[in-house]
């Protein structure tokens, strides 16, 4: 353990606190979405540092399969992101929902809400980011991976759980600016010590030049559509929401598509410099911190651990409140008549934490969670979800919308299921099959054409 890295961590740690607990709200509206008020700059810090988390992921991947993660990680959600904000941000906030279970079951009927519900949920609890929260604690701190994702967890719900939607967003704007100092700092230091960009690129294996990264047509092709969760994505909706008006929403995720591409040229590089200035690295996970370690100075490597911490924790936190938010805003009234949704959302912190830790624990591969995931709620809330924003006659007829979710999600967990020796049935992504399926319950909705 660095001196200097463990007290940089407690400073952070207590600017945390103490941003967090300025935004205690008792009001429901204000504790669930800002009062609805959020404007430009906390929308776009908020968005940017949400989604953006899988910091150590992203290094394993640049380091193994070197240039393509920005054409895997970044070009293909850039596409939706931008989709999204020329079709879907503005709709969403001049909507009266509150959350994508509120926008299926006005458009659909409630048993659509209720399984919208439990799909987001899914999505939304953050296991792969309490994994690598725990991940970096066992790194820097030399603690136990179990005792680390459960402190990391607890301490998130701490600084949270007062301010509700407030609290993570103003923590947000703090994180934002960390993870950006971060890179900054390590990125020029590292491409000195390795003889610029042509001396990175010249020590790099050729698989990593290539578009590909030697991984094959199909393992790119397939987090294009992944990517399509982004249609999807609840921190999108929960944040546009909450914005000021539709305009702010659809230029709140312009600006986050310019920001994101900034961050993916500094994360990658970094990483493809790790490749270069530590070929024999025996786990690439660990690419960024011992980049860090080999290349900076005390003081410049602690500034470095915070910004990573900072990447994780935003996004840990972001889709821990949300899931939260679900359980008190959605679920929690379908069991009951009156509800105080606010308790409820703080006790849903509680056990949603306590699920993402199980689940950290038990699976171990952040990439795999991801893939798992985006792959089975993204092709059972994609087309119904998407389409409820158009004109009645191309939505999912009522009665066909919950089934359709059902039903494509539970072929996506069965394709997965089947993986055998690492191949799926018929060589195909889950994500295919599934989305096939949904297109199909569409079209036998509408009795083989649109309504006119």
């Keep these: 353990m660095d001196p200097v890295v463990v007290g940089a961590l407690a400073a952070y740690a207590v600017a945390l606190l103490v941003v967090g607990r ?3 709200t008792k009001a429901q509206l204000e504790y669930l979405l800002a009062g609805r008020r959020l404007t430009t700059g906390p929308f776009v810090a908020t968005l940017v540092a949400t989604w953006y988390g899988g910091v150590l992921g992203v290094g394993e991947y640049s380091y193994r399969f070197g240039i393509s993660n920005w054409l895997v990680m970044g070009v293909p959600y850039y596409l939706a992101a931008l989709l999204f904000a020329f079709v879907l941000a503005g ?3 001049a909507s009266a929902a509150l959350s994508i279970p509120d926008q299926l079951k006005a458009t659909y009927g409630p048993v659509a809400g209720r399984v919208g519900a439990g799909l987001v949920l899914l999505m939304a609890i953050p296991a792969a980011y309490v994994l690598m929260l725990g991940n970096l604690l066992e790194i820097y701190l030399g603690m136990p991976l179990l005792w680390a994702v459960v402190a990391g967890t607890v301490f998130t719900i701490i600084y949270v759980v007062a301010g509700g939607f407030r609290s993570v967003v103003s ?3 703090l994180q934002f600016v960390l993870m950006y100092l971060g890179f900054i700092v390590v990125l020029p230091v590292a491409l000195h010590r390795a003889g610029g960009f042509a ?3 010249a020590a790099l294996p050729a698989a990593s030049r290539t578009w590909d ?3 094959g047509v199909q393992a790119v092709v397939v987090w294009y559509f992944i990517a399509m969760q982004t249609l999807v994505e609840p921190t999108f909706y929960q944040r546009c929401y909450a914005a000021e008006t539709p305009a702010v929403a659809r230029r709140g995720v312009l600006i986050s598509v310019g920001f994101w591409v900034l961050f993916d040229f500094l994360t990658t590089f970094t990483g493809l410099a790790a490749r270069a200035l530590i070929p024999d690295l025996g786990n690439p996970v660990l690419s960024y911190p011992e980049l860090g370690r080999l290349v900076l ?8 651990a915070v910004g990573m911490f900072a990447t994780v924790m935003s996004t840990a936190h972001s889709y821990l409140f949300l899931a939260a938010a679900t359980i008190g805003h959605d679920v929690a009234p379908e ?5 105080d949704e606010r308790r409820w959302t703080m006790t849903g912190m509680v056990l949603v934490g306590a699920a993402a830790v199980g689940l950290a624990l038990a699976l171990r591969s952040v990439v795999a969670i991801w893939h798992d995931v985006g792959s089975i709620v993204t092709s059972a809330l994609l087309l119904p979800l998407a389409l409820s924003h158009g004109p009645e006659r191309v939505r999912f007829r009522a009665g066909w919308a919950a089934p359709a979710m059902a039903f494509t999600a539970l072929v996506a967990v069965g394709w997965i299921l089947a993986r055998s020796d690492g191949r799926y049935p018929l060589g195909l992504e889950p994500i295919f099959p599934a989305l096939a399926v949904s297109a199909v319950f569409w079209f036998a909705g509408h009795g083989g054409r649109p309504r006119a």
């Excluded at 005390?298 to 470095?304: D, G, T």
């Excluded at 069991?335 to 509800?339: K, M």
């Design 213 to 215: 990264g030697g991984l």
């Design 297 to 304: 100075p005390s003081a410049a490597n602690a500034l470095f």
């Design 171 to 173: 923590t947000n704007v």
């Design 199 to 201: 001396g990175v690129w």
């Design 91 to 93: 709709r969403a906030r």
């Design 335 to 339: 069991l009951a008549a009156r509800v």
């Design 22 to 24: 300025r935004g205690r």
